[in-house]
């Protein structure tokens, strides 16, 4: 905002009397030399190259110091001034800019980065409006870089926004990211194309650029399970996935940090739809895309998911930048994390007088009762901080149907009147409480159970037949030869009989040993 004490300033330091000087300089120049046809024509250039000075002043002003670390000043105060000097140095590529990649480029240059570089090769349409961060129905058609770089400068004026509308492959790559000496500290990765994406991580990783990758925020809608981790340990993330695969293949194992959803696949969610018959009907798929191997297929995203992807990458760009302490846990299986909470299960072992501190439950199963049976949470005050295991009831052993989250409170209270107090647990706890952890676990435990694995499984075991049928075939003669020597009476009529009795296992049932009824198939079972 200009001010009446700005323009004081301002003042006092001779702009407005520099501008005064150059304006009457630019006005007898273009008196003396204009050769315009008419005095109009002479009076036109002139205001115009009047005008063009003072928008100089204006930029200048509005471009002071003064005003740029007013506007940035809830940074200043969370970054520091150390801090917020290492952002505003920062020299940015960020190539893709959908969903994902103008959220990044947004919140960057609004928290201060003063330099970045776009790149995307496409425009904005009609569906990207559910999910860009600054697209208005009056830029559909509008390249995307042009888009975002046009209202980025009404945000911050004085930052250096280089737009490139070309799509990035190892063709361009040198240009795109180095071209007219522009040095990159950071590379941001929002392409959604599987080996575009591919080229560019390997095109930063092999030149010891710093690159930061988002996965697919396509059919995700769970934001509490979003998570920054190195690519070696994404998961449930089928475009990491494929990444980390191929990555290895090419020698790149870990050291770029990925933005991903561990949301699990779930057949009631969002699927990648398919290409209907209308438009494959058109003609070969391929030749439906923007681009050649580039997607053809709609992707279901619900538009909030990108932008928290984006401000998810910004935010670890700029707290890594400007040093700001940070303790990121990689991913949903945070080992330390359920480390730390099955150590708290042995250590209230040791607490209550029990010498054996060893527990049938492994960190794997950790991760399942806190994520997955309590979501996270102690089902007593759902707090989700400073949790720990605990034994539920006093007379049974620890197992997954005895062990309950709690915080760390409410661990040692219940250490202190169930686990060694003696007490009931239904005068412990409110009969809710109780019905949820009691009744709630069994119930989620067998909600887990899925027919759709059974029905998988048992489809492999019948495709074996062909390997079980000869193997049975071998091994049944020695068998029955076996069984014959201990007194069993194999094939033949009535109860077998083991050696020198006349009862036995065999005797209870009267079916063991005798001979299929007729027409009785005898390899049914299998």
Aim: charged letters at 25%; aromatic letters at 8%; glycine letters at 6%.
């Amino acid at each position: 905002m200009i001010t009446l004490d700005l323009i004081k300033k301002y003042a006092d330091e001779g702009l407005f009397d520099d501008t005064y000087d150059k304006v009457r300089s630019t006005t007898l120049e273009i008196f003396c030399n204009e050769n315009s046809a008419s005095v109009q024509a002479t009076m036109y250039n002139m205001s115009k190259s009047i005008l063009n000075a003072v928008n100089q002043v204006i930029d200048q002003i509005e471009h002071s110091e003064e005003l740029i670390r007013e506007q940035l000043a809830r940074n200043y105060a969370f970054l520091t001034e150390e801090g917020m000097t290492k952002v505003r140095s920062q020299r940015i590529v960020i190539v893709g800019l959908g969903g994902v990649g103008s959220w990044v480029a947004t919140m960057l240059v609004r928290s201060g980065v003063s330099t970045i570089r776009i790149i995307d090769f496409d425009q904005v349409s009609l569906s990207s409006l559910n999910r860009h961060a600054v697209a208005t129905l009056s830029d559909v058609g509008i390249a995307k870089v042009e888009c975002l770089k046009q209202h980025l400068l009404k945000i911050a004026p004085w930052a250096k926004i280089d737009t490139r509308n070309q799509l990035w492959n190892l063709e361009s790559a040198e240009d795109l990211i180095f071209g007219d000496d522009f040095q990159p500290t950071y590379v941001i990765d929002c392409i959604d194309n599987l080996d575009t994406k591919l080229d560019l991580l390997e095109f930063c990783h092999t030149r010891q650029i710093k690159v930061v990758s988002s996965g697919g925020a396509a059919c995700k809608s769970d934001p509490t399970r979003i998570n920054i981790a190195d690519i070696s340990k994404t998961e449930e993330d089928p475009l990491a996935k494929r990444i980390r695969v191929v990555l290895k293949k090419r020698g790149i194992i870990s050291g770029i940090p990925t933005i991903f959803s561990a949301e699990k696949p779930d057949p009631r969610k969002a699927k990648l739809l398919p290409l209907s018959e209308t438009e494959i009907s058109k003609g070969k798929v391929d030749e439906l895309s923007a681009l050649q191997d580039f997607r053809v297929r709609i992707l279901p995203v619900l538009g909030t998911m990108p932008g928290m992807f984006g401000l998810a990458i910004a935010t670890f760009v700029l707290t890594t930048v400007a040093g700001y302490p940070t303790e990121p846990v990689e991913g949903k299986n945070r080992y330390k994390v359920y480390d730390d909470v099955l150590q708290s299960l042995a250590g209230q072992q040791s607490r209550i007088g029990q010498l054996d501190q060893r527990t049938q439950i492994a960190l794997n199963d950790v991760n399942y009762i806190v994520e997955e049976v309590f979501r996270g949470k102690s089902p007593i005050s759902n707090f989700s901080t400073r949790l720990t295991l605990s034994r539920w009831r006093k007379d049974e052993e620890i197992s997954l149907q005895n062990v309950v989250v709690m915080t760390k409170e409410e661990q040692r209270e219940h250490e202190k009147r169930v686990l060694i107090g003696g007490e009931n647990i239904e005068d412990v706890y409110s009969k809710e409480v109780v019905e949820d952890i009691e009744q709630g676990l069994v119930k989620r435990i067998v909600n887990s159970f899925s027919w759709t694995e059974f029905a998988i499984a048992y489809g492999i075991h019948k495709s074996l037949i062909f390997i079980r049928l000869p193997i049975t075939a071998a091994i049944t003669p020695a068998v029955v030869r076996l069984l014959t020597r201990w007194g069993f009476n194999i094939g033949k009529a009535g109860a077998a009989a083991t050696a020198g009795t006349t009862s036995g296992a065999t005797g209870l049932n009267p079916k063991f040993g005798t001979r299929p009824t007729s027409g009785k198939k005898w390899w049914w079972f299998f």
